[in-house]
């Protein structure tokens, strides 16, 4: 197979602009030019994937919250368990993702995380998504606010305990969330500010004074909001208003009618707009997969109808698809597929500090690549200039 790739015919979503009936050049793993099919070059070089005009090109996604998909788990802290999540993703325009943990027992959570360490360090391979990083989702919460995390498993914030797991991660945790109200809060949430680690508030029962307190030392993002953190009131505005209210904190939601109905979700969209809110899944190994009875951190799940909850109601996850979830911000609050795209992919990438190579098509930038057809559905994926997903066909 030819090493250049030519594809010709989609609107391409530019990070700057929309090119109608645009072709793009794929080189070395990167993308190598950009431009109006007019202006494109002779085919005879180029592999040539020649697309419907009605196509759109747009950025890989990426998932900051992920726990697993398609019957892996990141706790399941084996490297077939991660193989199976980066070649599943790409089928919902997932190019990166960050390998998220949940509560459980010290020795489970250390040898996930270095499971993750291993498999970034050594395994990692174009034409699947890359792990970009680890989401340490707990156990530093608050049991008021526990949902699907096993309440006998969390602690207080320990700076000590994090900067362990962080040497055996081989530093990749890249995003924390914790209840910063909780003793040890203030500490922990100043030293990942200080080495650029994102410290989100999530399973969190703060009052708006002290959100504002940890925003003072360095907190910066918001765990899947409206679900388990102080609702919104009049006379307590909570973790909710903060994150309404508070310009320095990115919002992560999850735009499935389930964590938070539609008309919720376009109440985030009005405060955040596109420039502060983030789309994640939260998904759990159950995606995928028919409904039945799985496992989330050593507890039994029942997923029926595109939930999935505990034995006792509380939601435990979702089965949510990335794709699925651009698909209903733009239904849900009217956003331009310009404001989807910086939701699914280019917030998510500056954050990060990756969006020098991803998050935006751009030349030079790492091929991660989504193409969508008329109706908004992911029907070809590229990592890094390899083609990972076709529709109708076997992935690559």
Sequence with gaps: MKKKILITNPSIYTETDVIENGYLIIEDNQIKDIGKMEDSPTSEDYEVIQLPRSSKMVPGMIDVHIHGVNGADTMDATTEALEKMVTSLPAEGTTCFLATTITQEKTAIEAALQNVADFIDNHQRTGQAEVVGIHLEGPFINKNKAGAQPSSHIIDPDLQVFKDWQALSNGHIKLVTLAPEQPGGAELITYLKNNNVIASIGHSDATFSQVEEAIEHGL??????????????????????AAFLKDKLMVEIISDG????PEAVQLAYRQKTSDKLM????????????????????????????????ADGTLAGSVL??????????????????????????????ELGLYERKGSISIG?????????????????????KLAFQKGETNK
Aim: glycine share 8%.
């Design 220 to 241: 910066s993002h918001v765990t899947h909001l409206y679900n388990q953190m102080s609702g919104l009131h009049h006379r307590e505005p909570g973790v909710v208003g």
């Design 279 to 310: 789309l994640i899944t939260d998904a759990m190994r159950a995606k995928c997969l028919k409904n039945g009875i799985y496992d989330l951190g050593g507890q039994e799940v029942t997923v029926t109808d595109n939930k999935a909850v505990l």
């Design 365 to 385: 930038k790492d091929a991660d690549i989504v193409i969508l057809d008329k109706n908004n559905e992911v029907v070809m994926t590229f990592c890094q200039g």
């Design 258 to 261: 389930v964590h938070a109905r």
């Design 321 to 350: 698809r990335m794709g699925q979830a651009f698909k209903n911000i733009i239904e849900y609050t009217d956003c331009t597929v310009a404001d989807a795209i910086l939701m699914s992919s280019s917030n998510a990438a500056k």
